[in-house]
Structure formats: C-alpha cells, structure tokens
C-alpha cells in the first residue's frame, strides 16, 4: 500500500523523536511491502517564527490532503513564560484541531511487564492496568466565550456543549467498548454543571443501542482518585475537553514514564498522531529525549489503517527494547542509559 503521511514535527524534543518514529515506520514498511511518503510541514513555536502564525494554511493543506498526520510536539519557553504573548503555539493546536475535525482525542493507558516497578503507583495496583480515555477535543471551554470585563479584574471562560457533539464521541466509545470489555464509564460533573447533565442524559439515551455495554457514571473528582487507587477497574472511559485533558496526563504516569504513551486524534477524514509528552525544551538538542510514545502513536497509525500485523511488529519491537534494556535515561534507573537516536535504530534495526 502507498501512504502519503503529513509530518509535522514541531518544537523542543518534536523533531528529534518524529525523526525515530519516522526510521522505525520506514523499517516496517520495508518489511511488509508498504511505500510512505512523508510530507513536512511547520505548526507551533517553529511556524511563528517563521511564518508568524502557529498553523498556517500551507500546513493545513498538507494535512487536508494526506491520509494521516504525525505529529510531535509544541511549545516554547518564550511563549509560556510570556501570559501576554499576542500569538501562542498552543493556539496552532486548538486550530488545527478545529480545522480537522478532530474531535476525539484516544489517549489509552497500558502497562508493561518490565516496568512495573518502575511506576510511581504499586505494582499491585497497576498490574492489568489497559484503558482507554475518549476525550472530546473541539468544544468545552477551550474552544467558549472568553474575555475580561470590569477593567480587566474579571474573566470569564464560557462552556457550551451541543447535544451533537456528546452524541459523536460517545458512539466512538460504545463502539470501542464493543470491540474491548464491554464497559464504559462517561465522566461529567453533573451534580454541579449543566453541560455535564446534557452529557449524562445523551449518553443514557445511547445506551439502548449497544445494550451488551455495561455504562457507569462517575464524577471527575471520584475518577481521579480511583484512577491511582484501581485503575485497572477502567476500560473505555468518555469525557469533555477539560476533564479529559487534566485526567489523561494522570493516568499516563501509570505506565512509568510520560515517554511511553501514545495518542490518537480522530476525525471524519483524516486522523493525527502524537506522543502524549510535551515539546521538553530543556532536552532540546541532548540526544535523551524517549522516542517510544512517538513510535508507538505510529503503530497506533498503521493499526487505523487496518494493518494490524505492522502496529504489533512495532509493538513487539518497543516491548524488546524495554526488556533488553534499551532505554533512554527517564527509564535507565541508574543504568545504562541509551540515546535517542540509538532506541531509534536498535527499534529500526529489530522490526
């Protein structure tokens, strides 16, 4: 099969860790007759400085067109230490997001068994731990009303969800949950907030159509304790923009490092790719920074493509490195610690 992939790299630690996900999907698509074409384009702190603008339309094309996008990461020391800065990469983000149409952000949570003792949490608590976050992504208070009044002493962040909007990110995870455990769990604040309370009634209303679900309804707050008290008593889990940005970076601790969790973006024509970790501005440059989440949001591209056996040969290869040892510094505890660029190769070098 012949692709053509958007690459949009990014900032900080982007371009080093989407340069390994780039030679490990290379080696695979060697090995199983697949032809990529990788299309680069600018967004973040690197498309302001260039071009003034974090998504600009050029970018937007490339991604319009191609059949996926993997991405890396953005933002800059520059901009996030400046509240007062006119344009801001994160504002490519949500841009981008819109632009897509990706509204359902997949963020799942997994642990690996040669790094369980690794985790923060006991591994008691985390053994069996494979879940799955559905995070709405263009609407919530992101993407509200927002302004100062009173001379500036007063600010104000709307939320507004559309019934529409709740309805086609919880199909997603009904039908997620079929293909899992059958279990789904929708996250809201609904003893307090009127667009929790649409989410509520939305999803029960679903529920008639997938009647082998088993759907619960948790508050926020209740989730996030559970989810380092038992989270491998989670599957499926739906949730809004907001909630699902702040319980998403919870759970992907779990696994032992932020450097190990993919993500997906979904939407109605193309799909986006990413590690969940940030652009690490401090690493820039030093050759540490883990590429593994980054080659695994690849696998999670090639499994989207419905090329399952290429996802798993990367997988597998990611689950070598690990139990050989092959790891950068945030997993080495105190032992040999390998660069960037070698995890890359010696993942490349095992497809």
């Not at 702190?45 to 996926?68: F, M, Q, R």
């Not at 001379?151 to 909007?165: I, S």
């Not at 996250?187 to 679903?206: C, F, G, H, I, P």
């Not at 980054?294 to 597998?316: H, I, P, Q, Y």
Request: glycine share 8%; aromatic share 8%; charged share 25%.
């Amino acid at each position: 099969m012949k692709f053509n992939i958007a690459l949009l790299a990014g900032d900080g630690i982007g371009p080093e860790v989407i340069d390994q996900a780039v030679k490990v999907s290379d080696a695979v698509a060697k090995k199983f007759g697949h032809e990529i074409t990788w299309k680069p384009a600018l967004t973040g702190a690197a498309a302001i400085d260039a071009v003034g603008e974090p998504y600009p339309d050029s970018t937007h094309e490339v991604c319009k067109n191609a059949d996926a996008v993997l991405f890396g990461a953005i933002g800059h020391p520059k901009y996030d230490n400046d509240p007062s800065a006119p344009v801001r990469p994160e504002q490519g983000l949500l841009k981008m997001r819109k632009a897509l149409g990706l509204f359902a952000n997949v963020r799942p949570t997994f642990t690996f068994p040669s790094l369980l003792d690794k985790s923060p949490l006991k591994r008691e608590r985390i053994e069996g731990t494979d879940l799955v976050f559905l995070r709405e992504l263009t609407g919530g208070i992101y993407f509200g009303e927002k302004g100062r009044k009173d001379n500036g002493d007063t600010a104000f962040d709307n939320c507004v969800y559309t019934r529409a909007e709740v309805q086609r990110l919880a199909k997603k995870g009904f039908e997620l949950a079929m293909t899992r455990s059958k279990k789904l769990c929708c996250v809201d604040k609904a003893n307090v907030l009127e667009t929790s309370r649409l989410w509520r009634e939305t999803v029960q209303a679903m529920e008639k159509d997938y009647p082998e679900v088993e759907v619960s309804y948790e508050f926020v707050d209740a989730v996030a304790m559970r989810l380092v008290q038992w989270p491998n008593s989670y599957d499926v889990l739906i949730t809004e923009n907001l909630f699902g940005d702040i319980l998403t970076d919870e759970a992907s601790v779990i696994s032992g490092s932020m450097g190990l969790m993919p993500s997906a973006s979904m939407g109605a024509e193309v799909s986006l790719f990413e590690p969940i970790h940030g652009s690490y501005p401090q690493a820039t440059g030093l050759n540490i920074a883990n590429p593994m989440a980054t080659v695994l949001s690849a696998a999670m591209m090639f499994e989207n493509f419905g090329l399952m056996e290429e996802g798993k040969a990367m997988r597998d290869a990611v689950n070598k490195a690990l139990e050989a040892g092959v790891v950068t510094e945030d997993l080495a505890n105190g032992g040999k610690a390998y660069g960037t660029k070698e995890v890359g190769d010696w993942l490349a070098a095992n497809i």
